[in-house]
Nanobody, 122 residues
């Protein structure tokens, strides 16, 4: 049974930082591209970042230069470092796994975590 468990969310002031983690189990982690998505109230789930199992990273434009995705294959964990946070970053953040090399649409992902809330106050 595949499980993805996010942690690290919370309430932070604008300009602050958070580090999200996603621990994976039940899959061959090093063979999966891992993605982060977010969903704000009343909005669709949107792509944030991905890190490919064969190397390479991709970000959505609004987070470039502020967010950093990384992975530790030995620990089956993917991270998302959030710096210079803005109120518009407020959302539930989800990690997801796919065997596809590049996938920015939610329906291209096979497995999802339960999400972790990030709230940025102004």
């Amino acid at each position: 049974q595949v499980q993805l468990v996010e942690s690290g969310g919370g309430l932070v002031q604008a300009g602050g930082s958070l580090r999200l983690s996603c621990a994976a189990s039940g899959l061959t982690f090093s063979f999966y591209t891992m993605g982060w998505f977010r969903q704000a109230p009343g909005k669709e789930r949107e792509f944030v970042a991905l890190i490919r199992w064969i190397g390479g990273i991709q970000y959505t434009d609004p987070v470039k230069g502020r967010f950093t995705i990384s992975r530790d294959n030995a620990k089956h964990t993917v991270f998302l470092q959030l710096n210079s946070l803005k109120p518009e970053d407020t959302a539930v953040y989800y990690c997801a796994a796919t065997r596809q090399r590049t996938a920015v649409n939610p329906n291209e992902y096979d497995y999802w975590g339960q999400g972790t809330q990030v709230t940025v106050s102004s």
